[in-house]
């Protein structure tokens, strides 16, 4: 009776121990593919932001900054009555980097009404506390 109890326990602890080292090596391997996430959005505005400054970013079509432009039409689009602005592209923009988070300026293309133009949009982003919000769209 003894050895199966003891058999019985071993076989637990040993599921606990391999459960718990493939929770630790997918963890692992998320946090890897969350630092490769930053490591792109950061390669997608500049080489190396220093605080205050304003930057050129590199790639305006790259994911990071299509989604703070759709961010700032579609907020607009909900503030003003009767807009509907179609975000097109990002012809240019600059970001400056401060201790609260990134501040965005950004030259969207849109359209509406088969009619394009072109905005100057501000947006502050904090992705810490995950807090985006439009300052201006001109």
């Known amino acids: 009776m003894a050895f199966k109890s003891n ?9 606990v121990v391999v459960a718990s080292t493939f929770c630790h090596v997918f963890a692992a391997n998320d946090d890897q593919k969350l630092l490769d996430s930053f490591k792109h959005v950061h390669d997608s505005l500049a080489p190396s932001p220093s605080h205050g400054d304003w930057h050129p ?5 790259g994911p990071k900054v299509v989604d703070v432009a759709k961010f700032a039409v579609n907020t607009e689009n909900s503030r003003a009555e009767g807009r509907e602005l179609i975000f ?8 400056q980097v401060d201790n609260k988070g990134i501040n965005y300026r950004l030259a969207i293309v849109t359209t509406e009404f088969d009619v394009t133009d072109e905005y100057l949009a501000v947006v502050f982003e904090n992705s810490k506390d995950n807090v985006r919000k439009l300052i201006s769209f001109t």
């Open 7 to 15: 058999f019985l326990l071993f076989v637990i602890l040993s599921m």
């Open 57 to 61: 970013i590199e790639d305006t079509s």
């Open 88 to 95: 097109e592209s990002v012809s240019n923009g600059k970001f």
